[in-house]
């Protein structure tokens, strides 16, 4: 029989992490984002819901921050979230602690709109479900070690991890893009995402063959190799080497927040002790909940995991229709949820430029720190750490400016001077002063060529100008140009 008790301390110690780092990164931009004077700040939207929705505000928002939202308590919220992440891969009493990190990262999911709504937020809030029944809940100083986690409890583990991997493969089949079907998807992917890092400048340089290659390596090992987990031993070994492998080259080539931590965390839990290098297991406690305690856990989590693996395959069956009230129930807590990136693969960039003037005829451009604008700006490296605002433009592109109306509350907490808006731009060309006026154009960015690197420095080229938004005056302003 194989045992699984260092996995069981990789997993506990990788979501602890995980929850540091998402905390920490979102301590950056919390304010700026959902703080009074935030983009979409997070007071105000409370007060709208209440008014609203009542007393059902609760069941459909589950957040702490009904009880205060003010900027000192969102900031105190991440630095809390932070010391419990801490003191749980420390391990002072673990269970409390990410039930602390879970209730927290909640909070901010419920209302934190367009900018907190990625699938690696719902995959750390699952994640983070499932590791309330890792431990039992008990005041206790375990330093650096962990317990054991039931079979059941760790079958729900592989079951999320199964549920993420073989989704997001066969979503891209399902979907119907061809491009995904003749294996050339990637040829657009190292461009198109929304961060990319300067490795993937050099491996979008390669040929057609060899994007179809990748592409067809992919999908073996997003939806063929998921199932090797159900085969404990060497398969399943092979099978997490594969899924962390596939994780790295990610990690490598793009930019995507805590998501491929969180993933090689989930991956390396099917590994069992004989195949680790260190097989001293004397420091990992025994299983810590009862066996009734992880039947609960399987019957609230199994059946909305198979749910969405079977709507993954089958999106337009009513068969599983009967289950729509249990996952509207479970909906608002994000304890069981889709997923499948670049279902879709983008094959175009739209790129926003937020511009300001002074006279409405000479426009300047704002630099953000990791998102394109400069041509000569090389791509950054910037994962784990999310930057949020950066992202969502990338999304909002893709649209119209009428599907993204809180670009207008960023140009309003520009007009404001916002202290808060100064940490999202590597250059204001108005030093923190705000212009008269405020736009946002579109142009289409693609990476550039070797020639345009070694003769210009361009990482980027661009066309297709246009303008995307209306033109913004200031308040003191009569009306804009």
Known sequence: MNHYLIASWVISKTLSLTYFIAFLSLSTQVLGLYGSRGVLSIDHLLNILDKELGVSRFRHFPSLFWFASGDFVLKAACLVGMLASTLAFLGFS???????????????????????????????????FIALFFAPFALEWIPFQAYEIHP?????????????????????????????????????????????????????????????????????????????ILSPGKIAFAGALLLVGLQILIVLTGNFAFFNLITIGLALSTIADDFWVFTDTSWIRPIGVSTEIAVIALVVLVPGNLFWIFKTIFEKTKVLDFMLPWMRFLFPFKITNPYGLFAVMTKTRPELVLEGSNDGE???????????????????????????????????????????????????????????????????PFDGHSPKFLRFVRYNYHFGTWQDLKSK??????????????????DDESEAP
């Open 94 to 128: 673990q269970s409390w602690m990410l039930l602390l990190c879970w209730l927290l990262y909640l909070s901010f999911s419920s209302t934190g709109q367009v900018f907190l709504s990625y699938q690696w937020d719902n995959l750390l809030l699952e994640t983070g």
């Open 152 to 228: 059941m409890v760790m079958a729900l583990v592989w079951l999320l991890l199964f549920k993420l991997m073989f989704s997001s493969g066969i979503v891209k089949i399902t979907n119907k893009d061809p491009d995904w079907k003749n294996l050339s998807a990637l040829r657009f992917h190292y461009w198109s995402q929304p961060l990319p890092n300067p490795i993937a400048w050099f491996i979008d340089k390669a040929p057609l063959w060899f994007h179809k290659i990748s592409c067809g390596l992919m999908f073996m090992v997003e939806i063929f190799v998921p199932f090797f």
């Open 362 to 428: 000479t426009w300047v451009e704002y630099e953000f720190k990791h998102k394109p604008t400069k041509l000569n700006r090389a791509p950054t490296f910037i994962a784990p750490f999310q930057p949020r605002l950066d992202w969502q433009m990338w999304f909002a592109a893709l649209e119209s400016f009428n599907e993204n109306m809180w670009l207008q509350n960023l140009v309003t907490r520009m007009f404001d001077e916002s202290p808060e808006m100064k940490e999202f731009f590597k250059h204001d």
């Open 457 to 474: 420095g361009q990482w980027w080229t661009r066309d297709g100008f246009s303008v995307y938004s209306p033109i913004f005056a200031r």
